[in-house]
């Protein structure tokens, strides 16, 4: 029981803090962060599945942001 409230608990934290939807893309353009959600998503999905998971989340955000940064104006 432990186990699972933790798990909770780090997950409901992680969604919060780790959430790329605060980052802005309205002036970017929409192929660029097409690309940039993808290799988030698969950033996401590809790392641990236990115990790193947050780092992972903090770290695929930074990179998100990053890619973000660096798109085109519409």
């Known amino acids: 029981m432990k186990t699972l409230l933790t798990l909770i608990i780090i997950f409901s934290l992680s969604g919060c803090a780790y959430s790329i ?3 802005n ?3 970017s353009d929409p192929v ?3 690309e940039c959600a993808a290799t988030y998503s ?3 999905s590809g790392g641990p599945q236990i115990g790193a998971k947050t780092e992972t989340l903090r770290a695929c955000r930074e990179s998100y942001s990053v890619c973000i940064s660096t798109c085109p104006p519409k």
């Open 21 to 23: 939807s605060d980052i």
């Open 25 to 27: 893309t309205a002036n």
């Open 42 to 44: 698969s950033c996401v």
């Open 32 to 34: 660029c962060v097409r």
